[in-house]
């Protein structure tokens, strides 16, 4: 049995030396291939997935080594430990819980978890230690069955709309009841609101820009008081700018100068891209498109269940915490208990394809206005630069002490760039 299970290990190690050439099979490309095996899009790179290989190996060889060595015997029940944690989520998912791709459903249902159970059942085989055996199997068990309430069936209490601003619109479109605010008289300027952010983020740069502009700062679906008509939405680069264009549809607006800020920059490029007539101009704050990984504390959304789980809590994004308002934290905190937007966290961090937008960067033309703060703790402000090479037409400013939120962390610099840039 030993020399059997060491060699699923060794097989699993030869797969993972395959993927590190650049070869996607059984997939046609890595994005597929990470989905259909993760069911999370994560990096198949060599760096990634050679260590994954010498640890198969490392594993067959305490299994191998088992039956003279406590300390392999050791090693073999963490693996049988790991192992029950994860046939225990997949018998999660194959009850239909969390989002599963097509893909990785079915080979969840016929292979992953039904060869995670057979390799948990064999390496216990191998334990002599009945009390280790007990642990490998209760605690996982205890574990993932917490989780798996946490992420698919504790939902927080959906708190009370906040009292509508004089500002508040709302316009319906196939998708959503979009909600957004308007300022001013004179050519439009939209503001995307920023990546699990209100449209109230941008109200500095509102009052600034709408002395000379007609200036609207939206909700897109999964964001502040916007509700979807949809339930079945693709949180993904193609729902979110078809949202953006229903949107601009249903207020007739032809042509607009455009801005974002975090994930919603790369809304508003990735919609500049598909529809360069409709955008005369492009802000981008932070913005997310390159094809780089995010912070950890994002990163870990891909995670499934883990990012069901998570995406109750929130993250730092201000250096400046005394510009953090009670009103702002409200009106970011209870549109953050609605269950769409619970749901778009976890969901956006699977489903964005940044490669898409960075590839498109040298043929993206319109003046763009690139802004970073060097305090970011989200995105590097490196990245600043590569968006000012990439640009053809990208002027770049980096802001000293700013975060990432900039709309509220540096609201007065902010104003002055933006209201000079789309004069």
Not at 28 to 49: H, I, K, Q, T, Y
Not at 117 to 132: G, V
């Amino acid at each position: 049995m030993r020399r059997i299970v060491a060699g699923v290990h060794v097989a699993l190690a030869a797969l993972h030396v395959y993927w590190a050439t650049g070869a996607t099979w059984p997939a046609g490309d890595e994005r597929s291939l990470s989905l259909a095996v993760l069911n999370a899009p994560v990096s198949f790179a060599p760096a990634v997935v050679l260590p994954l290989a010498a640890l198969h190996l490392f594993l067959a060889g305490a299994i191998l080594t088992s039956a003279r060595w406590r300390l392999s015997r050791l090693v073999v029940g963490g693996l049988a430990a790991g192992l029950a944690v994860r046939a225990a989520v997949g018998l999660v998912w194959i009850t239909g819980a969390g989002d599963a791709g097509p893909a990785f459903y079915w080979l969840n249902l016929v292979l992953y978890t039904p060869l995670c159970i057979a390799l948990c059942l064999a390496d216990l085989k191998m334990l002599r230690m009945r009390r280790l055996k007990v642990a490998v199997v209760a605690g996982p068990l205890a574990v993932v069955l917490v989780g798996a309430l946490v992420a698919y069936g504790y939902q927080p209490t959906e708190q009370p709309h906040p009292s509508a601003s004089a500002d508040s619109r709302y316009v319906d479109t196939p998708l959503a009841r979009l909600h957004y605010l308007q300022r001013g008289n004179g050519s439009p300027v939209v503001l995307l609101a920023p990546g699990a952010s209100p449209a109230a983020a941008w109200d500095t740069e509102l009052n600034a820009l709408a002395q000379q502009h007609t200036v609207y700062a939206v909700d897109l679906p999964g964001q502040g008081e916007t509700r979807l008509h949809d339930k079945a939405f693709p949180f993904d680069l193609d729902g979110m700018t078809r949202a953006l264009g229903q949107f601009l549809d249903a207020l007739h607006l032809q042509s607009v100068a455009l801005a974002g800020n975090s994930w919603s920059g790369g809304w508003g490029l990735a919609y500049t891209q598909r529809h360069p007539e409709r955008v005369s101009k492009l802000v981008l704050l932070a913005p997310t498109g390159l094809d780089e990984p995010d912070a950890w504390s994002w990163e870990i959304l891909k995670l499934p269940l883990v990012g069901e789980a998570l995406a109750k809590l929130g993250t730092g994004l201000f250096v400046h915490k005394d510009l953090v308002t009670p009103q702002l934290v409200d009106a970011m905190w209870i549109p953050g208990t609605y269950r769409d937007n619970v749901r778009s966290l976890y969901a956006l961090e699977r489903g964005l394809d940044w490669s898409v937008t960075e590839r498109a960067l040298p043929s993206t033309r319109q003046p763009t206005l690139v802004v970073w703060g060097d305090h970011d703790t989200i995105l590097p402000v490196e990245q600043a630069a590569r968006f000012g090479k990439l640009l053809p037409n990208a002027t770049v400013h980096v802001l000293p002490g700013c975060g990432h939120a900039l709309t509220v962390d540096c609201p007065g610099q902010v104003s002055r760039l933006l209201a000079a840039f789309v004069e």
